[in-house]
């Protein structure tokens, strides 16, 4: 496990909902990962960044992380605030789960959208590589 504290923001994009969607990740520290997620929903894309937030938090073995979106879904889906009425999304949720109990101290926290904007520019740069 590495000391020290590890923030990480993550977003999804979805142009259409349903649509062509993404996600990102990024961190002050200098991590920045993107992916694409295929045609789905944006709520599908936030959940697939916040699963890859918590794979980035594991893959640097640390022990304090702090993730931020501003995803108020995601993030309250996580804590326990709100249920998870979509079937499809309860698997993200359980993934989510299993993830986050590797990781000793774990913070999942809503930012407001102008806190998130690196994360965003990700998500969005994943999805106009893939039209190029």
């Known amino acids: 496990m590495t000391a020290g504290r590890l923030v990480l923001h993550f977003d999804g994009a979805c142009r259409g909902n349903p649509g062509p969607s993404s996600w990102g990740v990024w961190s002050p520290s200098g991590l920045e990962r993107s992916g694409l997620v295929g045609r ?8 697939s960044g916040f699963l890859a937030a918590l794979d980035a938090a594991l893959e640097a073995a640390a022990a304090d992380v702090e993730i931020r ?15 998870v009425k979509a079937p499809h999304l309860a698997g993200f949720l359980r993934q989510a789960q299993e993830k986050a ?4 101290r774990l913070r999942v926290v809503h930012v407001r959208r102008e ?9 969005n740069e994943a999805l106009d590589g893939a039209r190029g």
């Not at 979106?69 to 249920?83: C, I, M, P, T, W």
């Not at 806190?115 to 998500?123: F, H, K, Q, S, Y």
């Open 40 to 47: 789905t929903t944006n709520n599908v894309a936030e959940w």
């Open 115 to 123: 806190e998130n904007r690196e994360a965003d520019r990700l998500a």
């Open 101 to 104: 109990r590797r990781i000793p």
């Open 69 to 83: 979106a501003d995803s108020e879904l995601v993030v309250k889906q996580f804590n326990g605030v709100y249920r």
